[in-house]
């Protein structure tokens, strides 16, 4: 056991993972080099979490290399099996045809031992390969790690990591863990089936009150001022309800597939400023300036209401949580097929913790500060959305007190038949 543990201590150190032997269930490696630069006071991690995380990275890390040879005395089946016997994850390797080549034990008490049959009928119940698959990914197209989401022949729902071993002979295998996130997915597809029916139902009462609020205004002309500022109190919230509504119901066309954009010819120059106008009075009471840097005659074709909501959304975040004297930067790079979109700020930034979770639906970066603002944390979610539906993409860098930069890039011409 010292042993396994000084090689999985190389593997956060950084080493390499050496195949020499792989057959069945019969699994032995060469030893790395342990030589390590990072001292254990360096990794700010408890005993038992460490070796997990050890664990997990050997099994899910980089891909492992080739080894000439190997002391069978050194690193023994039994070690390494004790330690994936214990993991509550699926773990397989495959080889080129589709074969399994290695079931750790948890695999084998849901699919019996199948090593030697076809992973694609072992586990997904069909006659041929998954359209989505590993073995394809890593071993055919040479990725170095592939992530995705299958459904096994009993409906159970696992993500899956998958990476490639090099065996001595020049040969691919590719390892896979799988960690089974059914309920978790149950979950997720009731919270979107709520929120759904409810931003349906509440549209037919909303448009009522948006209708009654309209009429009340074509007799507006004899009503005192504070009757004039309630109405149009009602008018703007409603609106923004509405707003809210149309968020969630986008956000569910997105999970199913249906959204559909409606593509013109756009100036993004016209966008900008349309989205600074909207939010003028808030720039004004914040004293922000505002600095943009877009050719007025930039002409591209994308659907115009959802850019502008993914514009309008970063401006808004950019404006709203810098306190005063802000310096909102807009500016747009032509590379020929795309354009790469920058809006930058100089607020109070965003942890590298949360920084890969601005994207995810509902979260808010603080809590504190979002309560008294107007909006749900689907924003960005739904930026992503707009963006990859166009055929771009969309990400962020940002550092706390030094403020954020958000790019996004859309192709200059309709990508494939997206039109409504």
Sequence with gaps: MRRVSSLLWGVLCGSDIYVSRLHGSDLQLAPPDTTCQKSPAAVDLN???????????????????????????????????????????????????????????????????????????????????????????????????????????????????????????????????????????????????????????????????????????????????????????????????KLLIGDMLDLADLDAGILKLNYTPVRLYEVVSEVLARHQALIAEKNHAADVNIPRSLVIDCDLQKVTRVMDNIVFNAAYYREINGNIRISVDDRGDDVLVMISDNGAGISKKNLPKIFDRFFMVDATLTRHCDRIGVGLTLAKGYIELHGGKIWAESEIGEGSTFYFTLPKHRMGDNSG
Excluded at 86 to 108: H, K, Q, R
Excluded at 169 to 197: Q, S, W, Y
């Design 47 to 241: 005993v038992y979490v460490r070796f997990f995380i050890m664990i997990l990275w050997w099994i899910m890390g980089t891909h492992a290399k080739v080894g000439d040879s190997v002391d069978a005395g050194d690193y023994i089946k039994g070690e390494l099996e004790l330690l994936l016997l214990n993991m509550p994850a699926a773990v397989v390797i495959e080889n080129e045809n589709y074969e399994i080549v290695y079931m750790n034990e948890f695999l084998i008490r849901m699919f019996g031992n199948s090593v030697g049959k076809k992973c694609y009928e072992t586990f997904i119940g069909r006659d041929e390969p998954c359209e989505i698959c590993g073995v394809e990914e890593i071993i055919h197209k040479g990725k170095d790690q592939f992530r995705y989401t299958a459904t096994d022949k009993d409906g159970r729902i696992s993500e899956i990591t998958a990476a490639p071993l090099h065996l001595p002979d020049g040969g691919r295998l590719v390892i896979e863990i799988a960690n089974e996130v059914t309920e978790r997915e149950e979950l997720e597809r009731m919270k979107v089936d709520f929120i759904n029916v409810v931003a349906h139902e509440m549209r037919t009462p909303l448009a009522a009150v948006i209708g009654f609020t309209d009429l009340l205004g074509t007799w507006s002309v004899n009503f005192t001022d504070k009757q004039k500022r309630y109405l149009d109190n009602i008018k703007t919230n409603a609106n923004k309800l």
